[in-house]
């Protein structure tokens, strides 16, 4: 353990802290980082991988009153530049002391954004891969693209041990062009991203002397390079004369009955914490934290070497990191609150990414309506969602985060995806197995986007039990005479591998989180149910160097006990993992699940075949899931919303009249 620092570095927490859950303000990146830099006495060798919140334990956040002091402590992974390994632990900002720090010989730390342009200046500046592109007949190597993609677990030769990128090449026609739209085919470079040697330029037709030509038709998105745009619609603004209806102190949210705290971190991106429902004057817990905390993109083909793109876009580079800066009126509409998000470079400098993180409130539609045909009364509501949301560019791609709160009681969480595909080239025409030719010569190749939310639950108070909730018919027959009988049958998920679970449409499945201590008006534990309608089949054998990384995949849902240290459903460690850590390891130990805190994990996501008109870049398509409340509330929650009429809404007969009784 290191010494303490001097008094002129005492922790001080910075303006913007003023709970124990708020992420790290720049001053303790700062000092954290001073900390370990005089703990390792490495110099500018001591790379920072990750510098984020420790979080306090629950009871230190629960027993948290404003206005009073608490502990400040960061989870840290350090190594040295150029060395295999890495350092992880924890400083107590307070104290100004490394307190914790385990050196873990075969961890590979994820790559980070700034050495994306050094894997392809590595890349480039190798003669063989000079002779390969020149080979290829282009000869302007600054239009040449050569992307990051981590490496996996092959066994390939030369890259055991080590921490290497493994490359895959496109080329621009000109400076702005979109170089997905040129793949350079059967060209790739492994390189080691710690030393930055290049390890291996595989160019697989070298031998053959015939290349797949790079298609070379411009396909651009840039407006500037498109021409000709169609007509705009006339201007759909969102007006709210008053301001948003929600209040934001700090990383606090306040919005009708609901509360919650916002968080973010490198990995995960998007935290939302504490998320709490007041009825009648009670606060009520629903969830303590969730987050997305894991992702993997397999591809379907085996052509070739793109059996190797099997990407954990979250463990790998982080979710967070590659969080982008929102616009005002063109990712987000109407009155909107951005919060900045605060991260670090390798250096353990801080760095701010400015408006990150954007929040506003929505019309979500209609919430209920009814009308009596005896009285000709009516009565009509509309429903509002508070919306959280960030946005990542991961390579190619674009991953953008939504998490809603209705007014009824649903937390409902929504991945936009778009972005431009992962292309390869096709000699134009050919018949294709494993993907869809989206322009003459351009192939995307199948694969999946498969997340893992992770969601700490908390309904009314931390003693949560699941149940398994399947729809059986029973048979025609004495009991169902008339065969249309149908019933829900309920099972608890006793322990983690009784908890290991998947849809099941046959039988309608969903899980339910309950709470056996809290009864409802009808006497029934209260509970949120998780609504699955994005659950994939994956396809990975799990006994392949990419399916046994991947072993979250395997089950729709996952429940653990919580505990501190299960965060990341693949493993701590996720760049060139072996699948040895994560949730199968974890549930292995079939730990008790009733009435206990526990920890709900949903695989969903994406199955994507692409199609053309998915290129040049691909109009969002959409995957999630609803927690949404059952028997929590003794009735409608809203049914106590006010008659509104909303006076700013025109129709063919004039201005908005009074539309309700
Ligand atoms: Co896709």
């Given at each position: 353990m290191a010494p303490a620092l001097d008094?002129?570095?005492?922790?001080?927490?910075?303006?913007?802290?003023?709970?124990?859950?708020?992420?790290?303000?720049?001053?303790?990146?700062?000092r954290a980082a001073d900390i370990l830099r005089r703990h390792f006495d490495l110099g500018a060798a001591l790379m920072f991988e990750t510098i984020d919140l420790a979080e306090p334990d629950k009871a230190v956040v629960r027993g948290h009153a404003p206005g009073q002091p608490f502990p400040r402590a960061a989870r840290f992974t350090v190594y040295k530049r150029g060395e295999t390994g890495a350092w992880a632990g924890r400083v107590d900002l307070d104290d100004g002391v490394v307190a914790a720090v385990d050196f873990l010989p075969d961890a590979r730390p994820m790559f980070s954004p700034e050495e994306f342009m050094q894997i392809e200046a590595a890349a480039k500046a190798d003669p063989r891969f000079q002779a390969a592109i020149a080979r290829r007949g282009i000869d302007r190597m600054d239009l040449v693209c050569v992307d990051p993609w981590t490496a996996g677990n092959f066994g390939a030769e030369g890259e055991d041990g080590r921490r290497v990128a493994y490359t895959f090449v496109w080329r621009r026609a000109f400076e702005f062009d979109n170089y997905y739209a040129h793949p350079v085919e059967g060209l790739n470079v492994a390189v080691d991203v710690d030393t930055f040697e290049v390890i291996r330029v595989d160019d697989h037709s070298a031998a053959s002397g015939t290349f797949v030509p790079v298609p070379m038709e411009p396909i651009n998105y840039d407006a500037d390079l498109l021409g000709s745009l169609r007509q705009p619609l006339k201007p759909l603004d969102v007006v709210q004369p008053e301001g948003p209806s929600f209040t934001v102190e700090g990383n606090r949210i306040a919005?009708?009955?609901?509360?919650?705290?916002?968080?973010?971190?490198?990995?995960?991106?998007?935290?939302?914490?504490?998320?709490?429902?007041?009825?009648?004057?009670?606060?009520?817990?629903?969830?303590?934290?969730?987050?997305?905390?894991?992702?993997?993109?397999?591809?379907?083909?085996?052509?070739?070497?793109?059996?190797?793109?099997?990407?954990?876009?979250?463990?790998?580079?982080?979710?967070?990191?590659?969080?982008?800066?929102?616009?005002?009126?063109?990712?987000?509409?109407?009155?909107?609150?951005?919060?900045?998000?605060?991260?670090?470079d390798l250096a353990g400098q801080p760095r701010i990414i400015p408006s990150a993180i954007c929040i506003h409130e929505e019309d979500a539609g209609l919430a209920w309506k009814h009308f009596d045909f005896r009285t000709e009364r009516t009565e009509t509501r509309r429903l509002r969602r508070l919306v959280v949301s960030s946005i990542t560019t991961v390579g190619n791609y674009e991953y953008c985060c939504y998490w809603y709160l209705y007014q009824e009681g649903t937390i409902e969480f929504e991945m936009k995806a778009t972005g431009i595909i992962n292309t390869a080239a096709c000699i134009p025409g050919t018949e294709q197995e494993y993907g869809t030719e989206v322009a003459p010569g351009v192939i995307g190749h199948i694969h999946q986007h498969i997340f893992c939310a992770r969601l700490d639950m908390e309904v009314d108070g931390p003693g949560n039990s699941v149940v398994e909730c399947d729809t059986v018919a029973p048979p025609m027959g004495p009991g169902n005479p008339m065969g249309n009988a149908f019933k829900v049958v309920e099972r608890v998920l006793p322990t983690e591998q009784a908890a290991r679970r998947r849809v099941d449409f046959e039988r309608m499945r969903y899980w339910k989180v309950v709470n056996p201590e809290a009864r409802n008006r009808m006497g029934r534990p209260t509970g949120y149910k998780l609504e699955t309608p994005s659950a994939v089949q994956p396809y990975l054998d799990p006994a392949g160097p990419s399916g046994s990384r991947a072993g979250f995949i395997y089950n729709h849902l996952w429940v653990t006990p919580y505990h501190p240290d299960e965060r990341y459903p693949a493993g701590e460690f996720m760049n060139h993992s072996t699948g040895t850590d994560g949730l199968p390891a974890w549930t292995a130990r079939d730990r008790p699940l009733e009435n206990v805190d526990i920890v709900l994990w949903h695989a969903f996501g994406l199955h994507h075949l692409p199609r053309p008109e998915d290129h040049p870049v691909q109009p969002r398509v959409l995957c999630g899931f609803k927690l949404m409340p059952v028997g929590f509330f003794d009735r409608n929650p809203v049914i106590d919303l006010p008659r509104e009429t909303n006076r700013a809404s025109r129709g063919n007969a004039g201005p908005a009249a009074s539309c309700c009784a």
């Open positions: 008094g002129s570095l005492a922790a001080k927490p910075g303006p913007s802290v003023t709970h124990p859950l708020d992420p790290l303000s720049a001053d303790e990146i700062v919005w009708d009955n609901w509360d919650l705290r916002v968080g973010f971190s490198g990995r995960e991106g998007l935290i939302l914490h504490q998320i709490a429902y007041t009825q009648d004057g009670r606060r009520r817990p629903v969830v303590y934290r969730a987050s997305i905390a894991e992702m993997v993109v397999p591809y379907g083909t085996p052509e070739g070497v793109h059996y190797r793109k099997n990407v954990f876009d979250s463990g790998e580079y982080g979710f967070g990191k590659l969080a982008q800066s929102l616009s005002l009126g063109c990712d987000c509409l109407g009155h909107i609150h951005y919060l900045d998000v605060v991260l670090h």
